[in-house]
C-alpha cells in the first residue's frame, strides 16, 4: 500500500500564494507521474497539474502561467506552488500518484482564497 501525506493548504487572500506538498511512501514500486486534481464545492474534480517521471508537465489553462508542479524524486514529494491565487481556486486539492501497480489519493487539503 502506498500512503499519500498531503501539506500546505489553507486561507489566503486573493492574489496570495501557498505552496502544496504531497509525500509518498510505502510499496511504491515504479512512479510514473504525480500530479494533483482539486475539486470545488458543487463541481466536478478536475486535473491541476501533472508531472511525469521524465519530469514533463502539464497544466490545466485555468492555472497555466500561476502554478507551478516540481518533484523531488529521492523523496518522492510532489510540489504545488500556487501564486496569483483567485476565489475561484477554492477548492480541496487532491494529490495522486500513478504507480506501475497502481493509483494512489492523498486525503486532500483544503484551499480557501478570500475576495
Known amino acids: 500500500q502506498v500512503q499519500l501525506v498531503e501539506s500546505g493548504g489553507g486561507l489566503v487572500q486573493a492574489g496570495g500564494s501557498l505552496r502544496l506538498s504531497c509525500a509518498a511512501s510505502?510499496?511504491?514500486?515504479?512512479?510514473?507521474?504525480m500530479g494533483w486534481y482539486r475539486r470545488a464545492p458543487g463541481k466536478q474534480r478536475e486535473l491541476v497539474a501533472r508531472?511525469?517521471?521524465?519530469?514533463?508537465?502539464n497544466y490545466a489553462d485555468f492555472v497555466k502561467g500561476r502554478f507551478t508542479i516540481s518533484k523531488d524524486n529521492a523523496k518522492n514529494t510532489v510540489y504545488l506552488q500556487m501564486n496569483s491565487l483567485k476565489p475561484e481556486d477554492t477548492a480541496v486539492y487532491y494529490c495522486?500518484?500513478?504507480?506501475?501497480?497502481?493509483?494512489?489519493w492523498g486525503q486532500g487539503t483544503q484551499v480557501t482564497v478570500s475576495s
Open positions: 495522486y500518484v500513478d504507480d506501475a501497480l497502481g493509483d494512489y
Open positions: 510505502g510499496s511504491i514500486f515504479i512512479i510514473n507521474a
Open positions: 508531472i511525469t517521471s521524465g519530469g514533463s508537465t
